[in-house]
């Protein structure tokens, strides 16, 4: 906690991109040092996200990569994942998100799948909260794996 803590702005904020590409996000979990510990981050992580608007998330959204399957997954797996994004994408009109934390690489794809499956019936507004849920998780997730890989 004590680097991120002392990190200067500019070093935070690139660490904080890294973690969800919202500069409204990143700015306020830096603008609120110090955290007495990881907890308080997280907390303070969490209400930041909790408030960005859809064109904060929209802006989240555009730097964020397909959750990726391990490399020994089956080519026919990846054609119906190709297809699964493709129509999630011509849905919705944003990259499909969800956090695999704490998921096997075995249990990735269903997960994906089944994911992208069921939220393909949610109405726009529906799958914002989702997506908006989904992208908390992802922050908490890398904010936590940086800390522990000396990253922040």
């Not at 956090?99 to 499956?117: V, Y």
């Amino acid at each position: 906690m004590e680097h991120f803590n002392t990190a200067s702005a500019q070093e935070l904020e690139q660490a904080l991109l890294s973690c969800l590409r919202s500069l409204r996000w990143a700015r306020r979990v830096a603008d609120h040092r110090p955290y007495p510990d990881l907890d308080s981050l997280l907390a303070a992580a969490d209400e930041a996200a909790y408030d960005l608007t859809w064109p904060d998330l929209t802006e989240a959204l555009a730097a964020e990569p397909l959750p990726a399957l391990p490399p020994d997954t089956y080519a026919a797996a990846h054609t119906a994942l190709s297809a699964a994004y493709a129509a999630y994408e011509a849905r919705f009109g944003h990259v499909f998100v969800t956090c695999l934390g704490g998921l096997t690489p075995g249990r990735a794809l269903d997960h994906i799948l089944e994911a992208i499956r069921s939220r393909l019936t949610n109405d726009p507004e529906e799958e914002r909260t989702v997506v908006a849920d989904e992208l908390r998780r992802l922050a908490k997730e890398r904010l936590v794996d940086a800390l522990r890989g000396a990253g922040l």
